[in-house]
């Protein structure tokens, strides 16, 4: 019985790479998306406009404080009300840059925080513009600090990519869960969906280790 | 071309300068000091607005710092700035440094930019350090680089906060010597430090300030041999006998 | 859309959404407790001299750690039914979590016990401490101390996380939401009124986190 369900998971391998590739779509989409418009909220957030940075922060407050399940639902059944009609993978997109967004938008602008206010002085002393002090002072050095939380938060985006699957979207997980209606056995199946997403995850995960290492050895001595 | 009239600041509810009068000349030296806490530091801030006034008038180069509605970067890019903990871009390398001012505000081209840059870093004598790291420079060649990075502008007015006193003691004098020399071509500097040997050398005149007023002022020979009031005594004393 | 915002269907439904806000409460509660306990012997045991303990710790964190929280809740609800193992949906649902948040809190208190300059538990040891007393006078009350805040943003993850039992038929405040949207067709009406209650546990928890930062000021991490 187990060798035959072997069999039919393997004949089913195709159906779970369309899976994985959508994931990596809506994941890759969403990331990129994501840490534009988080970038810019955090440059925002570290900066000096207050009413701009409070509304942003209740905004991000607001997608931390509930469940993604419950804003991807949001975005998919409440939006048609106010007019505009998403399918699945455009709502998913939307609703994972927005939490990408948020997420990074944080890490931007505590990475920017961080840089000693020295460097600012100087700057402003020489009378560079605040624009090209974010840009050609402050941005450079903070990248150093942005970059492992940014590397892990990916992976935390691409495992919260699964939860698209319940709004329809057929990423690895709903293949996954399609698959085990015809093949109950679902330690076989989940299992190959937990490989999969390993198989993505756990670089990205290396990678922010590593990065974080390499960071902690180059500081800048007085 | 610095004139302070009845200048006041506080932060939040600590006074920390009291009616404030200075005038300051082109290609004058003057050097600040006073015990910790006196209110120095700050003074010379406020000549390039890293802190504002609340009371009082402050002209620099005919230009009213004090008000708000002035465009602080005309005024900036005539002064330089030399801060006591060096405040170099760890991302960049000397040459970096002393040319993304005249880059960016001056809007120098790249290759004019690098030209003044290796002048001056050959002046403050760090020509052969063009192209390394704050990280692999010591604290008085990176304190040279930062005066390089100010003189990079060509400002009127050099400010100093405290340019020696994050220095270990042999490194002291080459920061001083550059200084001295900038000094002798007729630089205008306020120098806020406790270097007395370099204020008697160089100074037209010495600011003795405590609890955020000014108490004396006086050139160096008068004011070491003769102080006249009896704080700028208690503070000479400390500090001439250590 | 605000103006049609129907109030009374909501009060209608509060019993129920009363009911699911208690069930998400006690379903996070309770996996909260399994993953602490798990997170200490996890963590134990990844400290561990021995290779092979630290090793089957370690796979199990990784694992955890590099796969979504919803596929290991299907492998579980799939899963265990094909071992032949039957258990109620609330049972599988505090076992992923508690699966789940284990890993995590396993990570956390290891960062907060080697945060612990080493040079305290060689004075320890010098003074003649055993091992056990050393952990338990020096070493865990400081790594404690340090891991709370973590640990409370752990607590507020697995509020959120609990949401994903709604999708294995549990009854708790997504579902409310769910249960709302397919009865009365007012997607608007459901969710909003879902968020607002997981909002008011976010923002206690969040109180809370910032209360006890102030009074566990032992040392900064």
Redesign the interface.
Known sequence: MWGFYFEQLVQSIPFFLKGLWMTVAVSGSSLVAGTVLGFVWGVIRAGRGKVLKRIIGAWVDLIRGTPFLVQVFIFFFILPEAGIQLEAFPASVIALTNLSACFICEIVAGGIQSI?S??R?????????SY?QLR??IL??AMRIILPPLVGQYVLLVKDSSVVSAIGVTDVTRVGWLTVQRIPEGIMVFGLVGILYFVICYPLIRLSNTLEKRMTVVT??? | MIRFSNVNKWFGDLHVLKDINLSVEGGEVVVVCGPSGSGKSTLIRCI?R?EPIQQGELVVDNMKVHDKKTN???I??E???V?Q???????MTAMGNVT??PM??RKMKKSEAEKLGREILERVGLGNKADAY??QLS?GQQQRV?IA??LC?RPKIMLFDEPTS?LDPEMINEVLDVMRVLAREGMTMIVVSHEMGFAREVANRVVFMDEGQIIEVAPPNDFFKNPRTERAKLFLSKILTH | MLETFNFRVILEYMPLYWKCFFATLWLSGGSLLGALVLGVIACAMRLSESRIISRVAGVYIESIRSTPLLAQLYFFYFGLPSLGIRMPEEATGILALTLNSGAYMAEIIRAGVQSIPYGQIEAAMSSGLSYLQRMRYIVLPQALGVAIPPMLGQAIVLVKDSALLSLISIVELTRAGQILTSERFMPAEGFLTTAVFYLIIYYVLKAFSHWSQKRLIFRGA
């Open positions: 000693p020295g460097q002085e100087a700057a402003t002393a020489s009378g560079l513009s090209h050609y002072i450079p050095q800048t001595k007085l | 390039n890293l602080m970067t005309k900036r890019a002064i330089g700035f801060f903990q060096f405040n170099l871009y760890p991302h993304i001012a960016k505000v704050p990280a604290g930062a990075r100010g502008m994050a």
